[in-house]
């Protein structure tokens, strides 16, 4: 839930214009959102080395420009 409500206030509506995030390196906690899949221009996304837990939404899928995802270091669970 931390995740959430941090990153979405960091993006304050702009989801159709990022093509780019890395948020790496933090403490970031919780789980990943689903509301994510609305990032359609996303191509590259580091959150590695966070505490981020739980599986990568099914929603993701739409995310058909993303290219680089780098998760490392986090409690990630299931299939990717």
């Known amino acids: 839930v931390i995740m959430h409500i941090q ?17 790496s390196n933090n403490t ?3 789980q990943l959102p689903a509301s994510w899949s609305s990032l359609t221009s996303l191509t590259t996304l580091d959150l590695s080395n966070n505490l981020i837990n739980g599986v990568i939404p099914t929603s993701w899928t739409a995310l058909a420009q993303l290219s680089t995802i780098d998760l490392h270091h986090n409690s990630l669970v299931g299939k990717i």
């Not at 702009?14 to 995030?21: A, F, L």
Request: net charge negative.
């Open 28 to 30: 970031l906690g919780g």
């Open 7 to 23: 990153v979405d206030y960091l993006l304050h509506g702009q989801t159709q214009q990022i093509e780019s995030i890395d948020i």
